[in-house]
Every structure is written in structure tokens, then in C-alpha cells.
């Protein structure tokens, strides 16, 4: 099969760790013989986020007294894109991929009348309470919002429209590439007059993912995250896994922005659009989420097939 991986940010770093490289490093390092397992059975791209990592660098920035002025966030997520790329392709490989591997930096083109650039809605960079945040927002002109029981910068997160390098990696993946694309969404740019020009956004992994599944024919999408399952009332005595849902069915259904929202419309908007299967899972079962033995499975099925 051809697949499409979104590995969520967790993968790299953990609510409430430290951002040192290291640890990364070992969180990638972790996760890499179920992917390199992946690449090796099916032809893969692999879409990564870049939350944690971004904000941290825009933090930097901000601070950094020898700048003139901070570094544009489109800047930021290219560098971010090299990075975690480079921990990808290095992991895979010394978990015993042998076919080549390639990180390409990939433009996401965005809408610029997008209403998201009026409504800030991404999580970035670190947690913090409420006093700190706040004084973060006053002194460097962020937007904070809560997240969970901590604070944190918000970023405007419009939708794609396209991949710039979609057909670079299609050709890519034809010959045998595993393709780390659209990290952290993307680099979010748009087109004037003179090309393309970066703006100050974060591209949801999710949505570009769906998009990236869509132009390349993908026959399966996969989200890995934390949890195993989408749930029904997830954080109450009544959560329940879906285990297996029509696209229609699980539109049905409400889910936080925040989280696993956005999961669920790529999931749906994937399917409907291909008649593909998508699948939502645990980065540890990620073997048995493409597989369609765990996680959420969705795909043109009777809503009564859902247990």
C-alpha cells in the first residue's frame, strides 16, 4: 500500500518535558522500528508536527538581544523541518531501513483572507500559569489561551490549499524514497505577485496530511498519537473506543479542536474524498493501526459495524 503517516508531536516531546535534543532524540529513536517496519512492507510518507520545537525557537528569537528584530515564523518551522527531519531519517535507518529515506522542506500554501489569521487556535511552544503567560502576551504581542490546567501561545492555523513539492514527492515515492513531507504542516506561505512569501501561521500536520493522502493517491491515512482509540466522552466514566466507523457516522460525533478535532475531520474529509481507509491510533501499535487490527478505523462501512 501506499500510506501517509501524521505522527503526532508526542513522539518527540512529552507534556512536561524538557526540550533538550537528547531526549528527542530518544523519543524518535523509540518509535522508529515500528515505522522503519512501515516503510519497509509499503511504500511511506511520513508528515511530522512541530509544536513543541517551533515555539521553543520562537522563544529564542524573541529573546535574543543581537536581532534586530525576531526571526518570522515561517522561518522558524523551515528550520524546525530540518531538524526533526534529520532525527527521522537518522532513526529509521539505524533501525534497519535499507531503502533511502529524504526530508524535504516542503511549502504548505495557505489562504491569506484564511478567517483562522483573525483567530488564533494552534498550540506552540511551552506551558506556562497564567501570570507568566500573561506577561509573555503584554511584553512580546502573543495571544495565550488554556490549554488543560497550563497556558500557552496560540498562532494562527489556516487551512492548505496545496503542497508546493507534491510532485517532487511523488516521484520520490515512486522510486522506492521513504518522504518526510510537509513537516510541521509545512511551511506556511502564500502567493503574490512575486511568488511565494512565508506568513506567521502554523499549518495543522492533520489537515495537510489529508491533503498530502488526497494528491498522492494514498490508499491508507494513519494519525498516531497517544491514545489508542477515538473516544465518545473522552475524560468521563462513559468513554468508549470506536473501534470501526463510517466517515459519515463519526462526522456525527463532536470532538475537541484542541486535540482530537482536527484528527477526526482530516480522517473523514480522506475517506470521503478517496474512498480510502484512514485510521487513528497508538504510536506504539503502529504496526497494528495500518494493519486495521487496533485503533480507530474508519472508512465506508455501516455505522452499525461501530463497537
Not at 185 to 197: C, I, R
Request: charged letters at 20%; glycine letters at 10%; a negative charge.
Amino acid at each position: 500500500m501506499r500510506v501517509v503517516v501524521a505522527l503526532g508531536g508526542n513522539a518527540l516531546l512529552r507534556r512536561g518535558d524538557k526540550p533538550d535534543s537528547a531526549l528527542q532524540v530518544e523519543h524518535v529513536a523509540q518509535a522508529a522500528p515500528a515505522l522503519a517496519a512501515i516503510a519497509a512492507e509499503h511504500e511511506l510518507v511520513l508528515v511530522h508536527g512541530n509544536g513543541p520545537q517551533v515555539g521553543m525557537l520562537a522563544l529564542e528569537s524573541a529573546s535574543d538581544p543581537s536581532l534586530s528584530e525576531p526571526y518570522p515564523f515561517s522561518e522558524l518551522v523551515a528550520e524546525t523541518q530540518g531538524l526533526i527531519g534529520y532525527w527521522v531519517q537518522q532513526a529509521l535507518t539505524n533501525a534497519g531501513l535499507a531503502t533511502p529515506v529524504v526530508t524535504l522542506v516542503t511549502q504548505t500554501v495557505v489562504d491569506p483572507d484564511d478567517p483562522a489569521f483573525e483567530r488564533p487556535t494552534k498550540f506552540v511552544g511551552p506551558s506556562y500559569d497564567e501570570s507568566t503567560a500573561r506577561d509573555h502576551a503584554g511584553r512580546r504581542g502573543w495571544t495565550v489561551r488554556l490549554d488543560g490546567t497550563r497556558w500557552r501561545r496560540v498562532v494562527a492555523s489556516p487551512l492548505p490549499v496545496r503542497v508546493a513539492e507534491i510532485e517532487t514527492a511523488r516521484i520520490l515515492v515512486e522510486r522506492g524514497t521513504t518522504v518526510v513531507l510537509a513537516g510541521g504542516g509545512g511551511v506556511p506561505v502564500v502567493a503574490g505577485p512575486h511568488g511565494l512569501h512565508g506568513v506567521d501561521a502554523v499549518v495543522d500536520k492533520d489537515h495537510v496530511a489529508a491533503l498530502v493522502a488526497t494528491e498522492l493517491r494514498a490508499d491508507l491515512l494513519v494519525m498516531l498519537t497517544d491514545v489508542d482509540a477515538v473516544m465518545t466522552d473522552f475524560g468521563t466514566l462513559e468513554q468508549q473506543p470506536i473501534h470501526h466507523v463510517s466517515a459519515a457516522h463519526l462526522r456525527t460525533e463532536s470532538f475537541p479542536d484542541g486535540s482530537m478535532g482536527p484528527k477526526v475531520t482530516a480522517a473523514c474529509a480522506f475517506v470521503s474524498d478517496t474512498g480510502g481507509r484512514a485510521a487513528i491510533g497508538s504510536l506504539r501499535q503502529a504496526t497494528e493501526v495500518v494493519a486495521g487490527t487496533a485503533g480507530t478505523q474508519v472508512g465506508a462501512v455501516p455505522a452499525g459495524s461501530r463497537r
